[in-house]
């Protein structure tokens, strides 16, 4: 089918055509949801736990590794880690990417249903598909009392926050979870008087008993004559009445609740403090689900923000701002993209007119742009993609690339009109001629994506969508150029006013083509330049070639800081002498009375997490604000110690894709500790600037009063080891007795003593017991002064210390690990005791193997270019003649990496290294121009030598033309400084390197190969042509 002949037969039909592309792309557009990033599938689940006042130690043994026993046999799974602390745990499970995130659910909750009973005062568990790590915050919210509220306590509007904010929260689509992190739900306590039970006769487990049978049961039913009746037995106390419920007889007098103990409704113990930019505050985090659109999700929350402000809260004197806006970074980064994208039309198109001088020639080639773009994004749209920085740079990049097809079009036709040739004919064969090429290399370039779309893993799911929008643009721009050219070259085409060749006319490309056939005139200096530029090239590439890293560091604005808290710290004490000093110092900053100023911060501490996120005025200042807070703000607090990092875009989460993981396994926690501080010591002397955190910390410092049970004692006193544990229970925390709910809200029941200051207290409180009467606690349990750990990491069912470690960010990932290698690995491993084991994880786990899929890849791609080259040319060895100039590209795309390190930091990263794999199916596309038109020209009689520099007359011109308007075009991603350009800009240089360095070269490079390759040839043709001559080069200059 010839679509040129179709096309330019029905003009009218073809325009049609164009218009309906155009009305589809842009309601495509319109639909297209917007992202920072594609839809990549997070395969973890995460099963959270709350145990209230639990020590890691109990939640570790009574809930999380009986959850880890089940979980592990789970399909699929290949990584399980947990984290515990106290009254928190929580186990991640990840798995292999591509899994069947439903069905991993339902076998997930099957697992979690064959664990031992739970504890009565243990939640059930929470589970998460995508949490805990791996879906990250879409958004903070922080709830503060409006300048007309003088209260502080938000205890108080803790049930408006559960029965309004959260349920208008949850309707938003997208929401996966909502972690209430200042929550102090309400409880009913009973504050009983140890004294005056024992006084009295009565055990904590009659007081416990009575109170846990207070309850409505249900009798079932009964038939009374013709209607048939619900029977329950009202056994519930309202807590204002509870005092009456009788716990015994004491000689046939009733002992009441009221006699021995108080009971009131209040809400639960402070965990934790949380201050807005200085000013107390209700913190909130929202999880979104794993294919949520942030984007969506955000606008939704703004929308209840608004609502919810306008509305309850205003009426409570209460205001919600929201802190953490994941939006506000992609929508900054979409928009540079955008804008690079418009700055590279712009680049493009006046390349284009310096080269052709005509307004109506530039709009003719140029059309193909909106068509390529339009059609691109009507496949995102038709394929459920999002428009992201990936998709959107695609299209940056293709920019340049969909006006190749037309330019080498429309040359073409011009130069046959040139020649003489009329009007249709020289649209019909100027097209035919090139049409073969064009199709190879708009084979080989979409062919070389090929092994992107199969990629394995997380950078398979990244690097799809560029993968897609530039092979829809260049097949887009192929088709634009064999039918619109056409018909654009029909209607609006100027016949030239001497349709007489211009071949005598000594301009710059036929001095180009002269130039190029004195260096490669004969068989030494053509050996010499092939030696030069292809073994140099592969030298140069060697010696020069970055060190490997993951994933592009895209940091975002926001700055973070973790602590690592003295152990045992009350949160009254944490807040006066950590937080409080922290926000006086940041207070001048905030204020704007020093520099660097700070937009907002949040700072939250609690058991299960603390951390100080920072929002400078000006982004530009990140790293000067993070100097400030490692030297003056966050030292010299007392037993303290701060690590800060800047956020990163392409994980909202605080590890990025540049963390290294060092777990260190073993059965003596303590002794792993100290080795885990040794190396800390031992990578940062290694990695100057590189941040070290210890998860957990680097002591067993908690302190711990152990109360070991006296046997001989508890036996004579007729008390099992359960009771007195009930009874420190309930002199500590509150023993959980039971749950009450009046049809609206529900609280646990818990029974306390009265609150002690010194353990000689608790060693003094009474307890009463059937056998031997009154007994203290002391008499019945020995109190033991000890520490313990603070929290507990396990990974795949060991206790482990690790060592999270972000290297310097001047440093790629690969050198990074190569020096804690050699330097500080050596040591650790001499440090460990007996029977531990050291292992990397992480971004470093996964460098290795990433490389090596890279390097398939790329092997693959070179393959199936030579085969498909192999089947166009129906030649092997011309195949092998266009695969020779790759070494070329890839020197130049490496000489353009090293060039920009010296302004800013670029690393080899997946991202730059995907660039030398599209590189391949580019920098083909002028070689195969060359030898196609050598062939033809072979094929028309002229011998080799004539026929090679004819083909260099001939598409010098164009080559150069479509390689300068693509490099213009992709340029401004190169060189555009802004948020989520770190993303893009490692492709873009290696994409430009190459193209500037392959087209400086391949039109020596091919000429000498074609040269050398047909030598035989050369010396047994006899027939001479004008074109030997210095002038007749000039035939092929237009």
Request: glycine share 8%; proline share 5%.
């Amino acid at each position: 089918m010839n679509l040129t002949r179709i096309s330019t037969h029905n003009p009218a039909g073809t325009l049609v055509t164009l218009l309906l592309i155009a009305i589809f792309g842009v309601l495509a557009i319109a639909k297209l949801p917007i992202q920072l990033l594609p839809d990549i599938q997070r395969p973890q689940i995460s099963v959270f736990n709350n145990w209230r006042s639990a020590a890691p130690q109990e939640m570790e043994s009574n809930i999380i590794e009986p959850q880890e026993n089940v979980l592990r046999q789970v399909p699929g799974v290949v990584e399980m880690t947990s984290n515990i602390s106290q009254g928190f745990g929580r186990v991640s499970l990840t798995f292999e990417v591509g899994n069947n995130m439903q069905e991993a659910m339902i076998n997930v909750i099957n697992a979690l249903n064959q664990t031992p009973p739970r504890p009565l005062d243990a939640n059930e568990p929470f589970i998460n598909v995508g949490g805990g790590g791996g879906t990250p915050n879409l958004a903070s919210l922080l709830i503060r009392m409006a300048p007309d509220n003088p209260d502080t306590d938000f205890a108080k509007y803790q049930k408006l926050i559960d029965d309004i904010v959260e349920p208008r929260l949850r309707q938003i689509t997208g929401v996966g979870s909502i972690q209430l992190q200042s929550r102090r739900p309400k409880e009913l306590h009973i504050l009983f008087d140890p004294y005056r039970a024992a006084a009295l006769g009565i055990t904590l487990e009659q007081l416990r008993n009575t109170l846990s049978r207070a309850a409505d049961i249900s009798g079932g039913t009964a038939n009374v004559g013709r209607r048939q009746y619900m029977v329950r037995f009202i056994g519930q106390y309202t807590p204002e009445n509870l005092g009456d419920l009788i716990v015994t007889y004491n000689d046939g007098r009733p002992v009441y609740i009221n006699e021995l103990a108080d009971v009131s409704v209040s809400s639960a113990e402070v965990q934790g403090f949380t201050k807005r930019n200085g000013y107390p505050a209700y913190y909130m985090t929202i999880e979104g689900t794993f294919d949520a659109n942030t984007v969506t999700v955000l606008n939704g929350v703004n929308r209840a923000i608004d609502e919810l402000n306008a509305g309850a809260l205003k009426e409570a004197g209460l205001v919600m701002d929201l802190s953490f806006d994941a939006s506000i970074h992609i929508k900054r980064a979409i928009l540079l993209v955008k804008g690079n994208l418009a700055i590279g039309v712009l680049l493009a198109l006046v390349i284009l007119f310096a080269f052709l001088r005509s307004f109506r020639a530039t709009l003719m080639i140029a059309s193909t742009i909106p068509v390529a773009l339009l059609i691109a994004f009507f496949s995102l749209e038709a394929m459920g993609r999002t428009l992201n920085v990936i998709s959107l740079a695609g299209l940056a990049f293709a920019v340049g690339l969909v006006l190749d097809a037309a330019i080498i079009v429309q040359e073409n036709i011009v130069r046959l009109l040139q020649q003489g040739s009329g009007l249709r004919q020289a649209i019909e064969e100027g097209t035919g001629q090139v049409k073969g090429a064009l199709m190879a290399s708009t084979a080989t370039t979409v062919a070389i994506f090929v092994p992107i779309l199969f990629m394995p893993g997380v950078e398979g799911q990244l690097f799809s969508d560029l993968a897609l929008t530039l092979s829809v643009a260049v097949v887009s721009s192929f088709i634009s150029a064999i039918t619109l050219i056409p018909v654009f070259s029909l209607l609006w085409l100027k016949l030239p006013e001497k349709a007489a060749p211009q071949m005598n006319r000594p301009d710059l490309w036929s001095k180009l083509t002269r130039l190029i056939r004195t260096l490669t005139g004969d068989k030494k200096r053509a050996s010499i330049w092939c030696a030069l530029l292809i073994i140099g090239s592969g030298i140069m590439t060697f010696a020069l070639m970055p060190r490997p890293d993951f994933l592009p560091q895209a940091r975002s604005d926001g700055i973070f800081a973790f602590f690592s808290l003295p152990p045992g710290s009350n949160v009254q004490t944490l807040e006066k002498e950590v937080g409080d000093v922290i926000i006086e110092r940041l207070k001048p900053y905030y204020d704007k009375e020093k520099s660097p100023y700070i937009k907002g911060y949040n700072f939250s501490m609690y058991s299960a997490f603390n951390v100080l996120f920072i929002y400078p005025e000006d982004p530009s200042q990140a790293d000067e604000m993070i100097k400030l807070l490692n030297d003056e703000i966050l030292i010299g607090l007392p037993d303290t110690q701060a690590f800060t990092n800047r956020g990163s875009l392409l994980q909202f989460g605080f590890n990025g894709g540049r963390a290294i993981n060092i777990d260190l396994q073993g059965p003596d926690m303590e002794a792993l500790m100290t080795s885990a501080g040794k190396g800390m010591k031992l990578i940062t002397d290694a990695l100057p600037g590189a941040v070290v955190r210890p998860l957990p910390g680097l002591s067993m410092a908690q302190p711990e009063l152990q109360l070991i049970p006296n046997e001989r004692r508890l036996a004579q006193a007729g008390v099992d080891r359960t009771q007195i544990a009930n009874a420190i229970r309930a002199y500590t925390s509150g023993l959980f007795v039971g749950e009450y709910f009046d049809g609206n809200e529900r609280m646990d029941i818990l029974l306390k003593g009265p609150k002690w200051q010194v353990p000689e207290q608790l060693s003094a409180t009474p307890v009463y017991t059937q056998a031997a009467g009154i007994q203290t606690i002391g008499e019945l349990a020995k109190i033991k002064r000890t520490v313990g750990p603070t929290q507990l990491q396990r990974v795949n069912g060991k206790r482990s210390v690790s060592l999270l470690i972000f290297p310097p960010a001047d440093m790629s990932l690969d050198e990074a690990l190569e020096i804690i290698n050699e330097k500080a690995v050596p040591s650790l491993k001499a440090s460990l005791p007996t029977n531990s084991s050291l292992k990397f994880r992480g971004s470093a786990d996964k460098l290795d193997q990433t490389i090596k899929d890279m390097g398939a890849n790329f092997l693959l791609a070179v393959v199936i270019l030579f085969l498909l080259m192999s089947a166009m040319f129906k030649s092997a060895k011309d195949s092998l003649l266009v695969l020779l100039s790759m070494p070329l590209a890839i020197c130049g795309g490496v000489l353009s990496l090293r060039l920009l390190n010296l302004f800013s930091f670029q690393s080899l990263d997946l991202l730059t290294m995907i660039g030398f794999i599209i590189l391949l199916g580019l920098v083909v596309n002028n070689a195969i121009l060359l030898v196609d038109q050598t062939r033809q020209g072979t094929r028309d009689g002229l011998n080799i030598d004539d026929a090679i520099y004819q083909a260099v007359a001939t598409r010098a011109r164009p080559v150069y033309m479509s390689t300068l308007t693509s490099i213009f075009g992709m340029l401004p991603l190169m060189l555009v400084p802004g948020v989520g350009s770190e993303i893009y800009r490692g492709l873009a240089a290696v994409i430009v390197g190459g193209m500037t360095f392959s087209a400086l070269f391949t039109l020596i490079l091919i000429p000498s190969l074609l040269r050398l390759t047909h030598l035989s040839a050369r010396n047994t043709q006899t027939t001479h042509n004008p074109l030997t001559h210095s002038t007749a080069t000039d035939s092929g200059a237009k």
